[in-house]
């Protein structure tokens, strides 16, 4: 018998914040010209490099929901990591531009505590549904011997 995970209400939402946060991050890196420079005609392999990354982490992660939603055990693991790197990844480069950051706050710093509360809450809210699936599944032979013996 295999029980899928069943996410909370909560689930989507908690992704859809860390995923808007993160990508406002990375936005706003972007057009702060931290990740090598501004944008020209031709651009460099550092902002080819962010851009290719940056695009498949989105659609992996975005990919990853989807099919979790449908009850998929490894997509709802999938979206562990890929939330870590990049909600979390981001983030935590608060460290390295603490409050105020520079000529980005108050922006910079909402969308790093952001990226972080809402990384980590979608990481909690993934990690819940993998948890009580387990949990669903190793109740239900106990479920339904109880039920047979009760109806018998």
């Known amino acids: 018998m295999t029980v899928s995970p069943r996410p909370s209400p909560r689930w989507l939402p908690a992704h859809a914040l860390a995923i808007a946060f993160s990508l406002s991050h990375l936005t706003l890196d972007w057009g702060a010209q931290i990740i090598g420079g501004p944008v020209g005609a031709v651009m460099n392999p550092v902002q080819v490099l962010v851009l290719v990354i940056g695009s498949g982490l989105y659609a992996l992660w975005a990919s990853a929901l989807v099919v979790a939603?449908?009850?998929?055990?490894p997509a709802?693991?999938?979206?562990?990591?890929?939330?870590?790197?990049g909600a979390l990844g981001n983030g935590l480069s608060i460290v390295a531009c603490p409050p105020p950051c520079g000529g980005a706050a108050p922006i910079g710093d909402i969308v790093h505590i952001g990226s972080l509360v809402f990384g980590v809450w979608a990481i909690f809210e993934s990690w819940r549904a993998l948890v009580l699936g387990v949990r669903r599944q190793l109740a239900a032979p106990t479920q339904v011997a109880t039920t047979a013996v009760v109806d018998g």
Do not use: D, I
Request: glycine share 6%; with cysteine; net charge positive.
């Open 69 to 73: 939603a449908q009850g998929s055990r």
């Open 76 to 85: 709802m693991a999938t979206t562990l990591p890929l939330c870590a790197v």
